[in-house]
Structure formats: structure tokens, C-alpha cells
């Protein structure tokens, strides 16, 4: 977070740091597109939201397949389904 675009150099004030705390860790759950969870929110993947939203990404990538089948050629189409499992730091065998 510290290499955030937003992190400021230091705070005036310990409710400076708080509130940009706050105002950060609302952003990143409810705001920020994850890649490692389907560029959905933390928020959307926990509250069950992730599988609509993956349902209409889903369809609208087979109708775009659909009416320029040569935009595609023999590429498949991608298809997102969700992961409810994921790992930070997967060990290496």
C-alpha cells in the first residue's frame, strides 16, 4: 500500500492516517479489480456477486464470437469461471 499512487510521504495526524487508511481499504475491496480473483472486488467475490458478472462477461464474449467469427479465427474464447481458491504464495516443487 505504501507504493500506492496515493500514499502520502507522511501524515499530520494520527486521524489523518486513519481516515486514509479507512478511505484505502474501502477503496481497494469495493473499488479495485483484483487479476488474481477474475478483475472482480474482494467485495463482489465474497458476496456471491463474481458469478453473474462472469455470466454476462461470458455471453457477451460468445455473441461478439457469434456475429465476427473472424475476429476470433481459430482462437477459442476465453471463459470465465470463478476461483474460490487462491493462493498468495504457492510452494514450488
Request: charge should be positive.
Amino acid at each position: 500500500m505504501k507504493y500506492h499512487v496515493t500514499y502520502p510521504n507522511a501524515f499530520d495526524t494520527l486521524e489523518d492516517a486513519r481516515r486514509w487508511m479507512g478511505d484505502f481499504v474501502h477503496w481497494y475491496n469495493t473499488e479495485h479489480l483484483h487479476s488474481s480473483i477474475g478483475y472482480v472486488t474482494p467485495h463482489q467475490m465474497r458476496h456471491g456477486q463474481a458469478e453473474s458478472i462472469f455470466e454476462l462477461r461470458n455471453e457477451a464474449i460468445n455473441q461478439a464470437r457469434q456475429l465476427h467469427p473472424e475476429r476470433w479465427g481459430s482462437r477459442s474464447a476465453k471463459q470465465w469461471i470463478v476461483n474460490r481458491e487462491v493462493v498468495l504464495n504457492p510452494d514450488k516443487k
